[in-house]
Nanobody
Framework: QVQFVESGGGLVQPGESLTLSCAAS????????MGWFRQAPGKEREFVAR????????TYADSVKGRFTISRNNAKNTVYLQMNSLKPEDTAVYYC?????????????WGQGTQVTVSS
């Protein structure tokens, strides 16, 4: 079955960096657009970043543009999110998923996510 295992989260101070990883399995990873989403306490899950199946195109939410970079390794069935200049408002549980539609939405099952907390 489709599975996503997110990792790399943690507690950091404002301005610091983190790199998240998401290992995917149960489907043909290389033919899907992939993305990252996040859900802050009391808020709905929101789109963060998207990468095309061949890595030629990327899209970011305005709130993270210029600070976050999405990438993928199709040989390892893994998608990454490099997060720089982190802000307290980036605090959330981060999830990866396959992407469809515009606006980008995840579909199918979700993983457990990885907690990112930005606090001084």
């Amino acid at each position: 079955q489709v599975q996503f295992v997110e990792s790399g989260g943690g507690l950091v101070q404002p301005g610091e960096s983190l790199t998240l990883s998401c290992a995917a399995s149960g489907f043909t990873f290389s033919i899907y657009h992939m993305g990252w989403f996040r859900q802050a306490p009391g808020k709905e899950r929101e789109f963060v970043a998207r990468i095309g199946f061949s890595s030629l195109s990327t899209t970011y939410a305005d709130s993270v543009k210029g600070r976050f970079t999405i990438s993928r390794n199709n040989a390892k069935n893994t998608v990454y999110l490099q997060m720089n200049s982190l802000k307290p408002e980036d605090t959330a549980v981060y999830y990866c998923n396959r992407i469809q539609g515009n606006p980008p939405q995840g579909f199918g099952s979700w993983g457990q996510g990885t907690q990112v907390t930005v606090s001084s």
